[in-house]
């Protein structure tokens, strides 16, 4: 998971919601669609998989930040990183 830097300065605009990639921070450069995001793994061991998440036109707002997070809204189960829906 992206983590808040203590000055509060990152280039996340984007916050996931619900799913397995819930409170995750991320960067989009897109105004619509569905995007793939890593899953964080628990263990190097794990297998590494993707969720998809559909940007909304929702906004988030968070404390301390002067601008609101667009709003991605998890599409469905993880899938493998490898596959293309």
Known sequence: MNEIPPDGRHDCNA???GG????LLTH??????ILTVP????????????ARYRI???RVRYCGQAEPYIA???ADPPCSCGLTP
């Open 20 to 23: 397995p990639c819930h409170g």
């Open 28 to 33: 989009i450069d897109q105004d619509i669609g």
């Open 39 to 50: 899953v964080p793994r628990r263990s190097p061991s794990e297998a590494e998989t993707c």
């Open 72 to 74: 991605l809204h998890w």
């Open 15 to 17: 916050i996931c919601l």
């Open 56 to 58: 909304t036109r929702e």
